[in-house]
């Protein structure tokens, strides 16, 4: 049997979880990024956690060994190393710019019978589909965050995506060890129209100074019963992801519910965007 090459697009938080979750299930990965920097430290990172998980794990004759993970990923910027890809997920920034750059290229490279996975925190995917001439082999993958880690994303069903594409995303999915829940097109889909405007508003809470961003976290946690607050949430995610999205959410609606929080901007500004650049609400 010929081995399922799968392209990674987008080498940062999002898209080198997915390329060590792809390679630990037998996949080959072609991974793409146009920053050589991301490329070297999603190399380390994807080598660090294998080899954590060794730590971790009880069962050691289950360990996948580092350097074999690693073998099974190209890393990579030049893009034509995707046409023999049968899946491509599509993880780059969180900017239209970005995002409607990429799709026509991988139109042109790819073979015709190719699905696009969008990894996307609020754009539509009908509206990713148009970029290219296969809308219908257009669908949104909502992964969480750390992917390798979180079992179960949110599919999402564009306009024309068509259900020959959602066989194929639903298998690679099982593959990856994942479960899933298949909701309509709509900017932000279900998860993110809800948490984007409750990581906002937890923003509006701290600027106003009604409480510390621990005090906030503390309420969903101890009262709520959630595993993490919504501010330590948006540090994982990253503030500068949360501030784009939320902006595509502001654009999308036309709704001023969904302005973004004048301290959210001025934190991106600063470069306090979370725990990838040491500090956001929260040092690491
Ligand atoms: P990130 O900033 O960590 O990484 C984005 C990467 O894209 C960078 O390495 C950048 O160099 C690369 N890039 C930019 N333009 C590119 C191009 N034209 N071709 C190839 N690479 C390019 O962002 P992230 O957090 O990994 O988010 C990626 C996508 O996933 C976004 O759309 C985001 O909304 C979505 N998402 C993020 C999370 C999260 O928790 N961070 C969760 C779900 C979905």
Known sequence: MTEKIV???GAGVMGSGVAQNLAQSDFKVVLVDVAESAL?????EIYNNVRFQGFMKKDKSQLDNPDNIIDRILFTKDYEELKNSYYVVENVVEK???KSEVYPRIDEICPQDTVFAVD????SITRVGALTKRPDKIIGIHFMNPVPMKPTVEVIKGWHTSEETIKITTELLA???????IVNDSPGFVSNRV????INEAVFLLQEQVATAKQVDDIFKKCFGHKMGPLETADLIGLDTILYSIEVLHESFNDSKYRPCALLKK???AGLLG?????????Y
């Not at 070297?40 to 380390?44: D, L, T």
């Not at 996307?120 to 754009?123: E, N, P, R, V």
């Not at 593959?175 to 829940?181: E, F, L, P, S």
Request: hydrophobic share 40%; glycine share 10%; proline share 0%.
């Open 7 to 9: 392209g990674v697009i």
């Open 40 to 44: 070297e430290r999603a190399k380390k």
């Open 96 to 98: 239209w710019e970005a």
């Open 120 to 123: 996307t925190s609020c754009y």
């Open 175 to 181: 593959a990856m060890g994942k479960d899933w829940v």
């Open 195 to 198: 948490l984007m405007l409750t």
């Open 267 to 269: 934190m991106v500004d």
């Open 275 to 283: 725990r990838k650049s040491g500090k956001g609400f929260y040092s």
